[in-house]
């Protein structure tokens, strides 16, 4: 084991940046390992070896052939050393791994029929790693578990002897891995497994549950999911558990990668700025109005969304209360795909009103970058959100939040109120009901803002720069929680 003050963490995931992406995960698990390694851990990436990864990580070496049990084909892992200092292990399955879509879904849009083995195969990688028994020389004090692709790590761990810690992360506990009986007879798991109190939920097999009860810590992404996952509206069934286990469970907010997301710097914006120079973002705003082809006025409130068109994102909210943004002279641009109703409902109110809104279906980073910088607010009215991003990015560029007091919008958004105003520590408007008269009462709020004075607009969009939401802070928690995690360990 290393030292007290230097610790060795197999971070485990199923999809990093900027390698391959389909949601705040991949966030998480393109920053937070490098952000550790500042403060002086050993930490080393595990991924499945996409093709869309494989192409875009460069040089590779093989490094260890696992033979694992129940697998007829011998598993290369494959190891490469990131742009950030992160090394990187690559679990080598073609037959598992190597296929076009996303890492969960086929080209069709359907999950693939065998992810519970595509994933039962990644666990056991990464507990061959994690054992050392993957010729690396080199053994894990902490695995740091994400989602219910790495479900299955900690309850395969948990007979072994002289097993690592580990910690295991809800980024969005809809998605719990879950899967027919038949499927834990079928990958050979063993059967004391098979309990109310281990890995079966209302006669299936939960991945995610697995990670829950038998990891020694649990966290998410925020404070306040945290707390909402308790709840009967926000615990899909878990929420007992997750109470029992609320000594070891907790919430930590994501952070945002402050060299990719800054205005002072970025390359994929027009003009750059900074919380001295906030009056430079006005050409951001003329450049992004062009882009859309939109009117080029100054004055015009301009209001951005980034994100899945999705009825979680509350992207029918949004629908709703754009007549009353044009009503009072703003403007609305929004970028994004999803489901195939709200693109027709997103596509058919830009032909409505072609001068006041603009729409790209689909994702462009770039131009994610420029709604940022460009628009003077931003819409986040989801009914629910584990952490969330954008409204941090939104912050980073002095771009007003305008969010539903949920999860991690509620712990990164300060609303407006007479006295966050009065003590300075204002940086955007809340509103509470999943309704699209509520989100409407916070936008008039922000649009009687705007209008009444520009000079306290830029106040408040300042105070929202200068917040310190960045990888480093939250990586001091998670190093913290990986001691308790340790300490756990040592005590069972």
């Given at each position: ?58 040089e ?17 892992i ?19 791994f ?42 894990p ?7 219910w ?9 948990s ?32 059967e ?15 991945y ?74 006005q ?5 992004l ?20 068109l ?8 949004i ?26 409902a ?46 941090i ?39 509470d ?60």
């Open positions: 084991m290393s030292t007290s003050s230097t610790l060795n963490i197999l971070f485990a995931a199923s999809e990093a940046a900027p390698l391959i992406k389909t949601g705040g995960l991949a966030d998480v698990a393109g920053s937070l390992p490098a952000a550790l390694r500042e403060l002086g851990h050993d930490v080393r990436l595990v991924l499945p070896a996409y093709p869309q990864t494989i192409e875009k990580i460069g590779l070496t093989t490094v260890a052939t696992l033979k694992l049990g129940g697998y007829q084909q011998p598993i290369n494959l190891s490469s050393l990131l742009d950030n200092g992160v090394p990187c292990y690559l679990v080598d399955a073609p037959e598992y190597s296929r076009q879509g996303n890492p969960y879904l086929a080209p069709n849009g359907h999950e693939w029929g065998d992810n519970a083995e595509r994933f039962a195969l990644f666990c056991r990688a990464i507990i061959a790693i994690g054992q050392n028994r993957s010729q690396l020389k080199w053994q004090d902490l695995i740091h578990c994400n989602d692709q790495t479900g299955l790590v900690a309850p395969l761990l007979t072994e002897p002289n097993r690592p810690a580990t910690l295991f992360t809800i980024h969005n506990l809809a998605y719990q891995g879950l899967f027919e009986q038949s499927t834990f007879n079928r990958l050979a798991l063993p004391e497994l098979w309990t109310l109190h281990g890995l079966e939920f209302h006669d299936q097999l939960s995610i549950k697995g990670g829950i009860v038998y990891s020694d810590r649990v966290n998410t992404v925020s404070p306040t999911y945290a707390q909402e996952v308790l709840t009967t509206e926000f615990g899909y069934g878990l929420e007992g558990l997750l109470s029992h286990r609320t000594n070891h469970f907790s919430g930590i907010i994501n952070g945002i990668d402050y060299q990719e997301w800054n205005p002072t710097h970025d390359s994929r914006i027009h003009h750059h700025y900074d919380h001295t120079s906030f009056q430079l973002k050409l951001n705003k003329k450049a109005q062009a882009h859309f082809n939109l009117p080029q006025k100054p004055n015009a409130p301009l209001f951005g969304y980034i994100g899945r999705v009825e979680q994102k509350g992207v029918d909210l629908l709703q209360i754009i007549p009353g943004i044009i009503d009072r002279g703003g403007q609305v641009v929004m970028l994004g795909s999803g489901e195939a109703k709200l693109e027709k997103m596509q058919e109110m830009h032909k409505k009103f072609p001068e006041q809104t603009g729409l790209f279906i689909g994702y462009d980073e770039d131009l994610a970058h420029q709604v940022e910088a460009g628009c003077d607010a931003f819409l986040m009215p989801s009914r629910f959100e584990p952490c969330g991003l954008n409204q990015y939104s912050l980073r560029y002095g771009t007003v939040p305008i969010v539903r007091h949920t999860g991690g919008l509620a712990d990164t958004v300060v609303d407006v109120t007479p006295e966050t105003l009065a003590d300075g520590s204002a940086t955007g408007f809340h509103f009901e999943a309704s699209s008269s509520a989100l409407w009462g916070a936008v008039e709020r922000a649009l009687d803002f705007y209008q009444h004075s520009r000079s306290h607009w830029q106040r408040l969009a300042i105070t929202g720069m200068q917040q310190d939401l960045s990888w480093a802070s939250s990586a001091e928690h998670y190093q913290t929680l990986y001691i308790k995690a340790l300490a756990d360990l040592e005590e069972c």
